[in-house]
């Protein structure tokens, strides 16, 4: 009985150690941060680290467009990292569809991204970058000497990004799919209303039947 006094003292001592040490490391922990930089409009974001950087960019006003909603199985969230990814820190989910083009691009899929480190980015938004042109003749893209010349006539039209929003892989496919009925005539769905416009005027053109 004599030892039981200082052996409870030195427990509860331990234990009230252990919790105030697990509360001051509480405390001192503070979340984690990374500055993504973005070029298309030069704005910096400071968001938390482990943050989903596509959810992240919505929540900061940028719409991207992620048509299959992020389950990395479209290229429509893609963004090109400029700097602040290794390649070793590239993995599968982060690649998805993206052909291999866009991959030597640097081009990878926002919605597999768990922020790491600070990153430097250029976002997929064709409208906002340029193209298409709401107002005034699209540029024509080059002719592919593959194309059947109906399908070389839509091609012309499409921005010519291969982000796999019609669900072929390159706007080479999806307009060769258009001149042979296989695909439908509003599948582009970055290019809007203004490449829908074009689409069926060069597939009148062409003796497309539009479906």
């Given at each position: 009985m004599v ?101 030597k691009e640097g ?105």
């Amino acid at each position: 009985m004599v030892y039981l006094v200082p052996v409870a003292t030195m427990a509860l001592m331990a234990i009230s150690v252990a919790l105030i040490l697990g509360l001051v490391k509480n405390l001192l922990t503070v979340e984690g941060e990374a500055k993504v930089k973005i070029v298309n409009d030069g704005n910096e974001l400071v968001l938390p680290l482990e943050q989903n950087l596509m959810q992240a960019l919505k929540k900061a006003g940028y719409d991207l467009f992620a048509q299959c909603g992020g389950k990395g199985t479209c290229a429509t969230c893609r963004v090109k990292v400029l700097e602040g990814l290794k390649p070793e820190q590239i993995t599968p989910a982060m690649l998805g569809p993206l052909s291999d083009k866009l991959r030597k691009e640097g081009w990878v899929l926002s919605c597999q991204i768990s922020l790491k480190n600070d990153l430097k980015i250029e976002l997929f938004k064709p409208l906002v970058m340029g193209w298409p042109k709401v107002e005034g003749k699209a540029e024509e893209a080059p002719k592919a000497p593959a194309l059947s010349p109906a399908a070389a006539k839509l091609r012309a039209v499409l921005p010519g990004f291969d982000c796999l929003a019609c669900g072929y892989p390159t706007c080479e496919e999806f307009a060769e799919a258009l001149a042979s009925g296989k695909a439908k005539i509003d599948g582009c769905y970055p290019g809007g209303k203004p490449v829908l416009e074009r689409l069926k005027q060069a597939a009148l053109e062409a003796g497309v039947k539009a479906s």
